[in-house]
């Protein structure tokens, strides 16, 4: 059965809504271009591999995530994982070092934030970054 485009972004919406609140909020981007066609969709990319926050040493960002939703109910952040090392590449990103980018606006390159800037292993510091990201995007 084919849906008609509303049914399916309806579908889609109730699907994403789902998924934050049981802990399955990070969706897997495949590609630069993919990142790129998110438009003015605020997003959180982590841009390494899905086992570092499956069960691996950034488990925390689901936290992260589920804050988020929580907090935020109205202006949520949607957050995905790219496992493409050429897409690290095409954003000059240092090969052993975790990375996330945070798209804001079409019109505006992804904020890149490696965790020689941040301490990327702290959901509070995390927090701050997007805020301020989200607010600086509003000025």
Not at 18 to 39: H, M, P, V, W, Y
Not at 42 to 71: C, K, M, P, Q, W
Not at 88 to 117: C, F, T
Request: glycine share 4%; hydrophobic share 35%; with cysteine.
């Amino acid at each position: 059965m084919k849906l008609t485009p509303e049914l399916e972004e309806t579908s889609q919406f109730l699907a994403d809504t789902l998924n934050k609140f049981t802990g399955n909020q990070f969706r897997n981007i495949a590609s630069c271009a993919e990142i790129d066609a998110l438009g003015s969709q605020v997003s959180f990319i982590y841009l390494g591999e899905r086992r570092d926050i499956e069960g691996g040493s950034l488990t925390h960002l689901h936290t992260l995530a589920a804050l988020d939703g929580f907090n935020h109910p109205f202006e949520q952040v949607n957050y995905y994982y790219n496992e493409d090392k050429q897409c690290r590449d095409d954003l000059d990103l240092p090969k052993n070092k975790r990375a996330i980018a945070l798209n804001l606006h079409k019109n505006y390159p992804p904020v890149i934030l490696d965790e020689s800037e941040t301490d990327i292993n702290s959901v509070k510091e995390l927090q701050e970054w997007i805020s301020i990201q989200v607010a600086f995007l509003h000025l």
